[in-house]
């Protein structure tokens, strides 16, 4: 089992910048990937940012030049640099794990919150 505790959110201006962290216990060793997904109010849960055990990395369109994801293989910890924020980011954020020889995303923390204000 894995366990995923984000922290980090908060209420920001529009333009402004969040940084959010993720820490991964218990059995870490069999994570494959890890990522951001957020989910508005009304909204499906959807991709942010993800990263692979070696370092590739993936972003949704509408975060592209705006976010980036980046890890420390040593705690094992996951961060989303978030930059020039917009309305439309505020969302529910949620980290995620794969574990090796999933298909999915089958790990997730409990959320953090960011309001971006206009």
């Known amino acids: 089992q894995v366990q995923l505790v984000e922290s980090g959110g908060g209420l920001v201006q529009a333009g402004g910048s969040l940084r959010l962290s993720c820490a991964a216990s218990g059995d870490t060793i069999c994570i494959s990937a890890m990522g951001w997904y957020r989910q508005a109010p009304g909204k499906e849960r959807d991709l942010v940012a993800t990263?692979?055990?070696?370092?590739?990395?993936n972003y949704a369109d509408s975060v592209k030049g705006r976010f980036t994801i980046s890890r420390d293989i040593r705690k094992p910890t996951v961060y989303l640099q978030m930059n020039s924020l917009k309305p439309d980011d505020t969302a529910v954020y949620y980290c995620a794990a794969q574990g090796v020889g999933s298909p999915k995303y089958n790990y997730w923390g409990q959320g953090t919150q960011v309001t971006v204000s206009s």
């Open positions: 990263i692979t055990k070696r370092g590739s990395t």
